[in-house]
């Protein structure tokens, strides 16, 4: 309920500065790095179990589903409406159905596993990201990935189910560009 109520605020009130959002964003958090922006529609479960590192860049209508930790090292770039994803449901029906315990409260069973991004990493937009993966230092996930499992580090990965596609080396360089353009 607190993590809801403070998206809300996060998310909708016009009076807000930049520094009172990271505010929120801060007490909310199980850490939000220096230099870390959160673009607006973010969305959270609990939020005390999303770690973010330093200079890290979420832009609009992120969803955090942190039932188990979600930890962003430094320097991480994540597209608009990306989703990290921790809980599990059982595959038969029958384990997924609501049930009653014995004073009428209804429960579901749900068990959720860690996901890590390393630093470097970009993720670009509509990128899922389920349970139990670790995306690895420098990775590149394309667009509209459904990433079901690890990714090595220093690897471009796309697709549904994301894959391997082949490893960022140093023909990937724009440094030439860049300086061309004076941006170095």
């Not at 608009?80 to 595959?91: A, D, N, R």
């Not at 389920?130 to 079901?148: D, F, K, L, P």
């Not at 140093?170 to 030439?176: C, N």
Request: glycine letters at 12%.
């Amino acid at each position: 309920v607190r993590a809801r109520e403070v998206m809300l605020r996060f998310n909708a009130d016009p009076a807000l500065s930049a520094e009172e959002r990271v505010d929120l964003l801060r007490g909310l958090f199980g850490r939000l790095g220096e230099g870390t922006d959160v673009s607006l529609g973010a969305q959270v479960d609990y939020g005390y179990q999303t770690f973010m590192g330093r200079n890290c860049f979420f832009n609009f209508n992120c969803t955090f589903l942190d039932g188990a930790p979600i930890t962003f090292g430094d320097d991480v770039g994540v597209g608009p409406g990306c989703s990290f994803v921790t809980p599990l449901h059982p595959l038969l029906a029958r384990e997924r159905a609501r049930c009653e315990d014995a004073g009428g409260t209804g429960h579901v069973w749900e068990r959720s596993l860690p996901i890590t991004v390393e630093s470097g990493v970009w993720i670009a937009a509509n990128v899922t990201v389920n349970a139990g993966v670790t995306i690895g230092e420098g990775a590149v996930i394309g667009s509209g990935s459904v990433v079901t499992r690890d990714i090595p580090p220093r690897t471009l990965a796309y697709g549904n189910p994301c894959r391997p596609v082949r490893a960022i080396t140093e023909a990937d360089s724009v440094a030439d560009a860049l300086a061309e353009a004076g941006l170095v």
